[in-house]
């Protein structure tokens, strides 16, 4: 982009929320350049030269706020793909969508999480609880919103 020329940023969500009505206003008291894109009316032709139909042609970058998981897993792929930067990117979207990736990241980044135990069968996962004492919580790798959480108290339970 040449020097002064004025940046257009995209804020890609399907419902505007306490957050993204922050951002929006932001956005509008700095002047900025920009429109909000619904990702539910979006079409990606991945055999296409552009970037697809939707209205996201001419957007120097994407502020990614999906509800979806997996509407923000794919489209940061394909901004990337496009050469389009995407806050959040399609590392960051991958990772944190990943609740073992999120563990594994944060661990290695020094952040104190509680203890976290993968078990890859049921097998496994019934040694690693018996291992640590009841009450454990079981949560699936991948959800979100407190979906499938379950605190165990007894073996029968789990």
Same mark, same amino acid.
């Given at each position: 982009? *040449?020097? $002064? ?20 206003? *932001?956005? &509008?008291?700095? @002047?900025?350049?920009?429109? &909000?894109?619904?990702? &539910? ?8 030269? $552009? ?19 997996s509407r923000a897993f794919y489209l ?33 980044? @020094? ?16 040694? *690693? ?30």
């Amino acid at each position: 982009m *040449a020097p $002064g020329q004025e940046v257009k940023i995209g804020l890609l969500c399907s419902r505007v929320r306490v957050e993204e009505k922050m951002l929006l206003a *932001a956005l &509008r008291a700095r @002047g900025a350049a920009f429109d &909000r894109i619904d990702p &539910r009316k979006l079409i990606v032709d991945l055999q296409g030269g $552009g970037l697809g139909t939707g209205g996201l042609d001419g957007f120097d970058v994407i502020l990614v706020r999906c509800l979806s998981h997996s509407r923000a897993f794919y489209l940061t792929r394909w901004f990337a793909d496009q050469g389009v930067p995407a806050i959040s990117s399609h590392r960051t979207v991958s990772t944190c969508g990943d609740k073992v990736l999120t563990s594994a990241a944060l661990q290695a980044a @020094g952040v104190p999480i509680p203890r976290t135990v993968v078990a890859l069968s049921v097998d496994s996962a019934l040694e *690693a609880i018996e291992e640590m004492g009841y009450p454990v919580v079981l949560k699936p790798p991948l959800g979100s919103w407190g979906r499938l959480l379950a605190k165990v108290n007894d073996r029968e339970t789990a």
